[in-house]
Nanobody
């Protein structure tokens, strides 16, 4: 069974930084587009960033220049470095794996990020 396990969430002050990590197991990691999504209370889940096996990245406009997604295909991990955090970044962040070939999509259990003074 595929597992995506997130870590690194927490409470941070506005302007601070956090680094989220996602460890994937039982998955052909290099065949999947990896991504981070988030869901704030009362809102729909939204895409934050994605990265292909080759390293091509995509970001939602609201995090461009502040967040950086990266992956290590050998270690089967994907990270999200979040800088200059704002209160509106507060959400549960989910790791996601998506295969274009098969259409399969997997989710992690989520990690809470709270930006507050």
């Amino acid at each position: 069974q595929v597992q995506l396990v997130e870590s690194g969430g927490g409470l941070v002050q506005p302007g601070g930084s956090l680094r989220l990590s996602c460890a994937a197991s039982r998955i052909s990691f290099s065949l999947y587009i990896m991504g981070w999504y988030r869901q704030a209370p009362g809102k729909q889940r939204e895409l934050v960033a994605t990265i292909t096996s080759g390293g091509s990245t995509n970001y939602v406009d609201s995090v461009k220049g502040r967040f950086t997604i990266s992956r290590d295909n050998a270690k089967t991990t994907v990270d999200l470095q979040m800088n200059s955090l704002k209160p509106e970044d507060t959400a549960v962040y989910y790791c996601n794996a998506y295969s274009i070939m098969s259409g399969q999509r997997y989710w992690g259990q989520g990690t809470q990020v709270t930006v507050s003074s």
